[in-house]
Antibody
Framework: QVTLRESGPALVKPTQTLTLTCTFS??????????VSWIRQPPGKALEWLAR???????YYSTSLKTRLTISRDTSKNQVVLTMTNMDPVDTATYYC????????????WGQGTLVTVSS | DIQMTQSPSSLSASVGDRVTITCRAS??????LNWYQQKPGKAPKLLIY???SLQSGVPSRFSGSGSGTDFTLTISSLQPEDFATYYC?????????FGQGTKLEIK
């Protein structure tokens, strides 16, 4: 059974760095073809893809956010970490981690999401 | 970057209706097009992948078609549980992109 769970602060101040952790089970990020993405959704708005990390440690980022994002993994802990620097109120959103596979790059499993509010 | 445009942005329909949602890509994406359903307060759920493949466990009233730049999601006979927001997503190349969503409401 595949599960993913996001964890991190619910509230961050402007200019701070956000660190989110995705802890997953039911698959290994060392297995060929496995990937984890981060996707966010501001309240009442559409989904936005942020970043992806692959089984071979390749990494991909949103064009508009790539200077602020870093994705990394700890395969021994089954965790993927996303950091986003210089947080702004417009970054207020529910952040999801999600599993993808290279057989189509669609999200077949989602975490429940974690709401991050950026406010002083 | 590839832009995805969905239409309509909202839609009112009745139980039993046939409904079609359209998604257009700003460049050809072959059949790398996926559809998700999202209900309030919940994570999205995969319905269709690779433009027309039905995800396991998804009712057969959902279907997808298209290739290149134009795609459709069809619900053949709306059920009460289908009222939700629907998103398309291109997985042809990173950065991946989603449509702006189509909110399906009860008439």
């Amino acid at each position: 059974q595949v599960t993913l769970r996001e964890s991190g602060p619910a509230l961050v101040k402007p200019t701070q760095t956000l660190t989110l952790t995705c802890t997953f089970s039911g698959f290994s990020l060392s297995t060929s073809g496995m990937c984890v993405s981060w996707i966010r959704q501001p309240p009442g708005k559409a989904l936005e893809w942020l970043a992806r990390i692959d089984w071979d440690d390749d990494k991909y980022y949103s064009t508009s956010l790539k200077t602020r994002l870093t994705i990394s993994r700890d395969t021994s802990k089954n965790q993927v970490v996303l950091t986003m620097t210089n947080m702004d109120p417009v970054d207020t959103a529910t952040y999801y981690c999600a599993r993808m596979k290279s057989s189509g790059w669609y999200v077949d499993y989602w975490g429940q999401g974690t709401l991050v509010t950026v406010s002083s | 970057d590839i832009q995805m445009t969905q239409s309509p942005s909202s839609l009112s329909a009745s139980v039993g209706d046939r409904v079609t949602i359209t998604c257009r890509a700003s460049q050809s994406i072959s059949t790398y097009l996926n559809w998700y359903q999202q209900k309030p307060g919940k994570a999205p759920k995969l319905l269709i992948y690779a433009a027309s493949s039905l995800q396991s466990g998804v009712p057969s009233r959902f279907s997808g078609s298209g290739s290149g730049t134009d795609f459709t999601l069809t619900i053949s006979s709306l059920q009460p549980e289908d009222f939700a927001t629907y998103y398309c997503q291109q997985s042809y190349s990173t950065p991946y992109s989603f449509g702006q969503g189509t909110k399906l409401e009860i008439k």
